[in-house]
């Protein structure tokens, strides 16, 4: 099995990752809208990573991995759905073999996806099996790369490759939301912003059943927490990882929790405004930027739109209840 590196990436690495992606990934679109402007009271700017190579921000990491440290004997990894397709998907790209650890209860469009691109999934129990150990078995029995969803440099410096983007898209923020479920794209968000921006706000939003991260960055240590019941499937994590916490604390202004009411309601306010299928995981920044509207008044917020794969029938559902 590979030797798992786990030095800290920075600004460098980020921009990196950006070359490499160049012409793989999308640079998705940045949506705005005068309706929510003037609603919210400030200039929003939606980074649409809905929109991005399977569905989700994801991408920018798993390929950027992969493309960096990949061998012949593939990749293993473990994720609620959106990390396992970018992994499958990039494993394609790069013609290497995939095997993805998958929770039985994951969104049945999420688990198609996944074999579409052409990985093996093996299916655990989500709150009584050890993902990451299984995980670590295969790879340590097949010599396959072990990649984990969000506590790894190069995924890291993938995923800040959306903030630098959307900088560049848009010009200096005053504000910079970001959904945290592990921390990656959080992580990658401080690195690229606090070097093209250095002036600007960050804060992370997760589910308010899963305020690990919260609790961490308050208690100044990572807190770990109980498997959350959330709709926020892609924030199901259960603690912030070894690389990306030191980070997080020290960039990030605060965590905003967000209830599962609120995420149906900047669903549906999406969907009624831009027209944009996202889901729930995918909202959490746009909810927490709806939430801190008076703090934000008047300033330029980008807000990260991390996914939008969600099943349709259950996506109407939330939106119509």
């Known amino acids: ?38 609603e919210l009271g400030l200039r929003l700017f939606l980074k649409a990573e809905h929109l991005q190579r399977t569905g989700s921000f994801k991408f920018r990491g798993a390929y950027n991995a992969l493309r960096t440290r990949v061998g012949p004997a593939g990749v293993v990894a473990f994720s609620s759905g959106n990390h396992a397709q970018a992994v499958a998907l990039a494993a394609r790209v790069l013609g290497v073999p995939a095997t993805i650890v998958m929770p039985s209860d994951a969104p049945a469009i999420k688990l198609a996806a996944t074999r579409g691109y052409g990985a093996d999934v093996v299916l655990y129990e989500r709150h009584t099996q050890d993902r990451a150990a299984i995980a670590a078995e295969i790879s340590g029995r097949t010599g396959a790369m072990l990649l984990p969803p969000f506590d790894h440099p190069d995924v890291i410096a993938g995923q800040g490759t959306a903030a630098l983007e959307l900088l560049d898209q848009v010009g200096p923020l005053d504000v910079v939301i970001t959904p945290l479920g592990g921390g990656g794209l959080l992580a990658g968000t401080c690195l690229a912003v606090r070097a093209t921006c250095p002036d600007a706000v960050i804060y992370g939003a997760e589910p308010a059943a899963g305020d690990d991260g919260k609790q961490s960055l308050d208690a100044g240590q990572i807190v770990r927490i109980d498997v959350p019941h959330t709709l926020a499937d892609g924030a199901q994590t259960t603690a912030l990882g070894e690389l990306t916490f030191p980070v997080i604390r020290r960039e990030v202004r605060d965590i905003v929790r967000v209830g599962d009411g609120e995420l149906v309601e900047a669903m549906r306010s999406l969907a009624a405004t831009c027209k944009a299928v996202v889901e729930p995981t995918g909202v959490l920044a746009y909810a927490a930027a709806r939430s801190l509207r008076s703090e934000l008044a008047g300033l330029r917020v980008g807000v990260i739109l991390s996914g939008g794969n969600v099943d349709l029938a259950r996506y109407a559902a939330l939106i119509v209840d």
């Open 1 to 38: 099995m590979p030797e798992q590196v786990r030095s800290t990436p920075d600004i460098a690495a980020v921009r990196a990752a950006a070359g490499r992606l160049e012409g793989v990934a999308h640079r998705t679109p940045v949506l705005t809208s005068s309706r929510l402007d003037s």
